[in-house]
């Protein structure tokens, strides 16, 4: 989804971010919503008609700013984990959306292939799409 996310914020000029998790998740946004955020901003920051300053009302309807980009925690029974990037242009929207299913399986399975890839590498690595090359994952 990064990989796809980064394409898009080439050609697309806003963009926000909405953060999927369960009632029970302490953590907001989450760690997936924050690097896709920071991954975003190494294309550029996103394009806000009105400035987050000059938004009336409460400002936290706006969702918090992480590295430019305006991140939005949904906490609620019955999800596991989503996160969805809606970009934006004049007349038109494109919403990219990874849903781990009913559990954080696919977490997990990313979580071992980065473990496994560590033999060999020196420094930090962020993105298992860059442990995983530029291929793209059957």
Same mark, same amino acid.
């Given at each position: 989804?990064?990989?796809?996310?980064?394409?898009?914020?080439?050609?697309?000029? *806003?963009? @926000?971010?909405? !953060?999927?998790? *369960? /009632?029970?998740?302490?953590?907001?946004?989450?760690?997936?919503?924050? =690097? &896709? #955020?920071?991954?975003? /901003?190494? $294309?550029?920051?996103?394009?806000? !008609? $009105?400035?987050?300053? !000059?938004?009336? +009302?409460?400002?936290?309807?706006?969702?918090?700013?992480?590295?430019?980009?305006?991140?939005?925690?949904?906490?609620?029974?019955?999800?596991? $984990? *989503?996160? @969805?990037?809606?970009?934006? *242009?004049?007349? =038109?929207?494109?919403?990219?959306?990874?849903? #781990?299913?009913?559990?954080?399986?696919?977490?997990?399975?990313?979580?071992? &292939?980065?473990?496994?890839? &560590?033999?060999?590498?020196?420094?930090?690595?962020? +993105?298992? /799409?860059?442990?995983?090359?530029?291929?793209?994952?059957?």
């Amino acid at each position: 989804m990064q990989q796809f996310a980064v394409m898009a914020a080439q050609v697309m000029p *806003s963009w @926000e971010i909405i !953060d999927f998790a *369960s /009632d029970n998740k302490v953590d907001a946004p989450s760690g997936t919503a924050r =690097e &896709l #955020a920071e991954r975003l /901003d190494t $294309v550029r920051r996103p394009v806000l !008609d $009105v400035a987050i300053d !000059d938004v009336l +009302g409460a400002r936290e309807a706006r969702g918090a700013t992480v590295a430019g980009t305006q991140v939005h925690s949904l906490r609620l029974p019955g999800f596991v $984990v *989503s996160t @969805e990037v809606v970009f934006a *242009s004049g007349g =038109e929207r494109l919403t990219l959306r990874h849903d #781990a299913g009913p559990t954080p399986g696919p977490y997990v399975a990313g979580t071992l &292939l980065a473990i496994r890839a &560590l033999a060999g590498r020196i420094g930090l690595t962020r +993105g298992l /799409d860059r442990i995983l090359g530029d291929e793209p994952v059957a």
